[in-house]
């Protein structure tokens, strides 16, 4: 069973040779070769053609739902109590974010 830390950096491997040779090639950011290796080998390990890196969970959100094929004028229930990133991504598609309470007696 793998123990990701969510408080603190695990940082016992190749981080520094990497983050360092990113910063050699003056590419840090979509252009340099970790991403598509990242995405080749994510898909690889879920068993898929294709992955894609996305720079936040909000544009990861916004991506899922154009791939499920939400567009404008659609409802999307939301519980109450969630985060703004979701709403915003719902929003970016032209759907309608319906937000819904989860206790079952309200």
């Excluded at 994510?42 to 939400?70: E, K, S």
């Excluded at 404008?72 to 979701?86: H, K, M, Q």
Aim: some cysteine; charged content about 15%.
């Amino acid at each position: 069973m793998y123990k990701i830390p969510v408080y603190q950096p695990s940082l016992t491997g190749n981080e520094k040779k990497y983050v360092n040779d990113c910063l050699d090639s003056n590419w840090i950011s979509s252009k340099g070769k970790y991403v598509s290796l990242f995405e080749r080998g994510f898909a690889d390990y879920v068993g898929v053609n294709h992955a894609t890196g996305v720079c936040n969970g909000t544009v990861a959100l916004h991506l899922a739902l154009v791939a499920l094929g939400i567009s404008a004028g659609d409802e999307i229930i939301v519980p109450t109590l969630t985060y703004i990133a979701l709403v915003n991504a719902i929003a970016y598609t032209g759907a309608i974010p319906v937000l819904v309470d989860t206790l079952a007696d309200t």
